[in-house]
T-cell receptor, first 113, second 113 residues
Framework: DAGVIQSPRHEVTEMGQEVTLRCKPI?????LFWYRQTMMRGLELLIY????????DSGMPEDRFSAKMPNASFSTLKIQPSEPRDSAVYFC???????????FGPGTRLTVT | AQSVAQPEDQVNVAEGNPLTVKCTYS??????LFWYVQYPNRGLQFLLKYITGDNLVKGSYGFEAEFNKSQTSFHLKKPSALVSDSALYFC???????????FGKGTRLSVIA
């Protein structure tokens, strides 16, 4: 298996623009997680899905952030409009019920200027 | 609510010496405990986990961790450090069930030749 795939790996955009981050989980996994990592706040859970259904989005910082999982093999995290304070590395992870550990993608480094 | 504390931001150790990265946790009920490692510009990689059974858990790359219920600790150890072990290490906990992982802030390990 190729592992969790994220695209793009790097994104540079201007303040006010829409940003879409993409994730393909490991085939067969039924949980998908979106995290944000910054030096100041460490690793934060933004939202997670079970069987494509959002379970907890309490970590989503504000309404500018939205996430979808239209099917078992694809998820998006969208920021509209983006702001400089959104600059961070965004990770997607997936897991299978009963196996406990999560498998992380390589991350998307977002820079908003 | 569960939480994880990694009291050291940075740990320095000489190559060949034993290393310990500390972690304490707080959770209701029996904990599921994990260690992850992050190399520069990479996602988190699973190292080892404690679910039940022996308190000493062995994982990848020669790492091990000891679960201590009375001290609510799960310290990561390795008998002989390598320069290539230099990375960011995260401890994580979840309560039993399907709750997501809660990560500590991470400890940067530097192994000096």
């Amino acid at each position: 298996d190729a592992g969790v795939i994220q695209s793009p790996r790097h994104e540079v955009t201007e303040m006010g623009q829409e940003v879409t981050l993409r994730c393909k989980p490991i085939s067969g996994h039924d949980y998908l997680f979106w995290y944000r990592q910054t030096m100041m706040r460490g690793l934060e859970l933004l939202i997670y899905f079970n069987n494509n259904v959002p379970i907890d989005d309490s970590g989503m910082p504000e309404d500018r952030f939205s996430a979808k999982m239209p099917n078992a093999s694809f998820s998006t995290l969208k920021i509209q409009p983006s702001e400089p304070r959104d600059s961070a590395v965004y990770f997607c992870a997936s897991s299978l019920l009963g196996t406990h550990e999560q498998y992380f993608g390589p991350g998307t480094r977002l820079t908003v200027t | 609510a569960q939480s994880v504390a990694q009291p050291e931001d940075q740990v320095n150790v000489a190559e060949g010496n034993p290393l310990t990265v500390k972690c304490t946790y707080s959770v209701s009920g029996n904990p599921y405990l994990f260690w992850y490692v992050q190399y520069p510009n990479r996602g988190l990689q699973f190292l080892l986990k404690y679910i039940t059974g022996d308190n000493l858990v062995k994982g990848s790359y020669g790492f091990e961790a000891e679960f201590n219920k009375s001290q609510t600790s799960f310290h990561l150890k390795k008998p002989s450090a390598l320069v290539s072990d230099s990375a960011l290490y995260f401890c994580a906990v979840r309560a039993s069930g399907n709750t997501p992982l809660v990560f500590g802030k991470g400890t940067r390990l530097s192994v000096i030749a």
